[in-house]
């Protein structure tokens, strides 16, 4: 048997977050929309910011957890466009996640927030970010969420 596929650090990006759109309870769940609204993502190989105009399509679910689907666009600092969808989830328990939805700031060890990213883009720079699977762990505050993203090699 082969070892474990290893991680890489391929960047950090700060989201800055809108106040969340409650769409109501739907047949999926409680839909949340949250708007991002800029910020940046710095790693060895590739820095930049995060254009406005992306959003946190989210499920709350009965148990409490949320089910993520964020699609954003990275700008790098040398122009190139970067298309992003990370889907991911968010639980823990019932108090801790009931705070996070209220926008209090949780010790992100408290609960479990992670993504799996897709990235697309025609910049030959970047391609590696196209030909690779990236994961992701998270923290969410009130006005923003940090996402560091990982090489699975």
Do not use: C
Request: glycine share 12%; no cysteine.
């Amino acid at each position: 048997m082969r070892a474990p596929p290893g991680l890489e650090f391929a960047f950090e990006a700060v989201a800055e977050i809108g106040a969340p759109q409650d769409l109501g309870l739907t047949p999926h769940g409680r839909r949340r929309i949250i708007p991002v609204l800029g910020g940046r993502f710095e790693g060895p190989s590739i820095r930049g910011r995060i254009l406005p105009g992306g959003a946190d399509w989210q499920i709350l679910r009965s148990d409490g957890a949320a089910e993520l689907d964020a699609r954003y666009t990275l700008e790098t600092g040398d122009g190139a466009l970067i298309y992003v969808s990370n889907r991911g989830m968010r639980s823990g328990s019932p108090e801790v996640l009931a705070r996070l939805n209220a926008g209090e700031t949780v010790d992100p060890a408290s609960y479990y927030f992670r993504t799996v990213a897709q990235f697309e883009t025609g910049a030959a720079a970047y391609q590696w970010l196209t030909q690779a699977i990236f994961v992701a762990s998270a923290e969410r505050y009130p006005d923003k969420v940090i996402v560091r993203f990982w090489k699975l090699l």
